[in-house]
């Protein structure tokens, strides 16, 4: 004759194979539900990290540690504290305020179109020719004719750059500007680079609001643009983040504050 478990136990039995599926362990008597290592082996995966077996069988131990650590705090009534109490409520604006931001993100992506006609505006401003000068910036002009003076008797552009130019940056490289597109520079300073040849240095300072500034123009080519798929990830970036800087302060700017 087979043995019967009793009808009550049976029950029992059930209850208990339910509540161990839907959580994770029971600590101290009280049921921790899978929905926590769910919440936070998301948020693994949106910093990047895969959620392999090792790494959930982690996530598991830690949201057990925590339901540990947060029942000895409970018991301690460190819960009812003002400065708990503080917290929470920034954690929660912080949550709120990063699935307002999530949401607005996910109905406004930036398209394929939005970055082509980015990086078409950015060629079309940066084509042409790119330069490479070296400038002198002294506050005076008399200062500048004196220099231009000295550079036709054979002192050297680059040495007097280092010790009087007031452009610190390319002032210690001898006044190195790099290679740039004209429209890096003030219209004054430009219009004066693009008339000299290569090699050549301007007779005469070209004042800007700066001061005033004795140009050498040192070689001049084809400007030098990125492919579009190189730099595609970086305007997806910059876009994106331009539209949510425009989404906040469109916000700021209809709220009625008091």
Known sequence: MKNHLPFALMITLGALTSSFAQNVAIVNGKAVPKSRVEALAQQVARSGRPVTPEVESQIKDEVIAREVFMQEAQKKGLDATDDYRSQLELARQTILIRELFAEFQK???????????????FVSANSGKEYRARHILVEKEDQAKAIIAGIKKGQKFEEIAKKQSKDPGSGANGGDLDWASPGNFVKEFSEA????KKGQMTDVAVKTQFGYHIIRLDDLREAQLPKFDDVKPQIAQQLTQTKMNNYQQDLRSKAKVE
Do not use: C, H, Q
Not at 108 to 118: G, H, L, Y
Not at 193 to 196: A, N, W
């Open 107 to 121: 109905n406004n992506p930036v398209t394929e179109a939005d970055i082509r006609a980015e990086f078409d505006k």
């Open 193 to 196: 680079m693009m008339g000299l």
